[in-house]
Nanobody
């Protein structure tokens, strides 16, 4: 059974940093790419970042490029999202996700079949 458990969210002032972690289990983690998405109140879930199975390739939404960094630890079965220079518009619930298959490294919700429960990130101005 696939399980994804996020942690690390919280309240931070604008300009601050947070590090989100996602612990994965129930599938061969090293052969899958992974992704992070977020959803703000009243908005659709949107792509934030993705990383290839080996961690050698990373992809970012334009809104977070240069501020966020995704990493993958295949020994610990974790995927992390380091968020720096946070802005109030980064406020959302952040979700870790696993793609539908081992060849997909997607940027859309439909590319992903498994989701964590989410962790709240709130950035105050």
């Amino acid at each position: 059974q696939v399980q994804l458990v996020e942690s690390g969210g919280g309240l931070v002032q604008a300009g601050g940093s947070l590090r989100l972690s996602c612990a994965a289990s129930g599938f061969p983690f090293r052969v899958y790419a992974m992704g992070w998405f977020r959803q703000a109140p009243g908005k659709e879930r949107e792509f934030v970042a993705a990383i290839s199975r080996s961690g050698s390739d990373t992809y970012y939404a334009d809104s977070v490029k240069g501020r966020f960094s995704i990493s993958k630890d295949n020994a610990l079965n974790t995927v992390n999202l380091q968020m720096n220079s946070l802005k109030p518009e980064d406020t959302a619930v952040y979700y870790c996700a696993r793609p539908r298959d081992i060849v997909t490294v997607g940027r859309t919700v439909l590319d992903y079949a498994h989701w964590g429960q989410g962790t709240q990130v709130t950035v105050s101005s």
